[in-house]
């Protein structure tokens, strides 16, 4: 499985999930990666052997902030807008965002009229880049249909008590999205900080991927796991 989709149940409506199967880099990026701001020389090679897209893909510079760049012209090379989080109302434009444990998550909405593609670090959930996305896409969030990608699940994401404490003090919702174990050490559940988020801003469709990617070596690269390595595309477009 190199790549896999997930269905809006739109015709409209195209995505893409890379994994790390069947691609040409070498350990430590092995071997589908798709990370092009990187070390590794083969990771171009990949993302133009990327089959059923519309064009060749071009990747933000990701910031692990909370800038939303809307694309009315597809950017023409790697690196030339910088922002985690990018949408678009044209067609044949693909939206794609890099990930290595961070939450990818893709959005349309129900009339297929615009999709996104949001990078979300902690950094970026912190500094509410979902609903930033959302407020800049101007459809109503009950209109709204997400998919929230691979990512690292909260078991092995350890985490220290100002971490929680600096969510917590912005949001006490959040508070059920930490879990302290048996040794007294926090974790962070990234997925249920934006389910939060998504859920008080009144979206309602949120479907889930259920891998994690720290546990699943076979399939994702983890930058939490493994230090040094590649990175995986969400993309999506309209057709």
Known sequence: MATFTYNFNNKSIKSLQTTRLHGKSQVPYDSF????????????????????????VVFMQQEHGNKVVEY???????GEVCADACFTRQKAIVCAILTADCLPVLIVDEAATVVAAVHCGWRGLYADILTKTIAKMAIPAKNLCLWLGPCISYKPYVV?????QKFVQKDKRLAHCFYRDKKQKWHADL?????????GIGVKSIAQS?????????????YRRDGETGRTASLIWLC
Do not use: W
């Open 33 to 56: 990666n798709m990370g092009v701001f990187g070390k590794d020389t083969q990771a171009q090679a990949n993302v133009r052997s990327l089959k059923n897209v519309p064009h060749d």
């Open 210 to 222: 259920p891998y994690c990617t720290f546990e699943n070596k076979q399939l994702f690269y983890s």
């Open 72 to 78: 009315k012209h597809q950017p023409s090379q790697h």
């Open 160 to 164: 220290d008590a100002e971490f929680r």
């Open 191 to 199: 997925k249920k900080i934006a389910l939060t988020q998504l859920h």
